[in-house]
């Protein structure tokens, strides 16, 4: 069982930077953890994702090159280096955690919001 707790969103204007941040309780060093957005009316989507050995990551193909996702397993964090942000990438941003070989995610923190002005 783990417990996440994000942190770092904002108001930002398009081109800036944010970083987001990800406490987590609970031992998540074998969990895949994730960055997952939702934009008003739409679907959740993953827009980052980190292997527990961080030899994986995956990227939403709008956000590569743009965003690095990290992880510290002695630190427990999760976090999301975002940068040169568009407005296209508002949304609420979730983290979560799934244990290896499961389809879902299944801890996830409360979000935090992410708005980028044009």
């Known amino acids: 069982q783990v417990q996440l707790v994000e942190s770092g969103g904002g108001l930002v204007q398009a081109g800036g930077s944010l970083r987001l941040s990800c406490s987590v309780s609970?031992?998540?060093?074998?969990?895949?953890m994730g960055w997952l957005r939702q934009a008003p009316g739409k679907e959740r989507v993953v827009v980052a994702a980190i292997a527990w050995t961080a030899s994986y990551t995956y990227y939403e193909d709008s956000v590569k090159g743009r965003f690095t996702i990290s992880r510290n397993n002695i630190r427990n964090t999760v976090n999301l280096q975002m940068n040169n942000l568009k407005p296209e990438d508002t949304g609420v941003y979730y983290c979560?955690?799934?244990?290896?070989?499961?389809?879902?995610?299944?801890?996830w923190g409360q979000g935090t919001q992410v708005t980028v002005s044009s």
């Open positions: 609970g031992d998540f060093s074998t969990y895949v």
């Open positions: 979560a955690a799934k244990r290896r070989g499961d389809s879902s995610y299944s801890f």
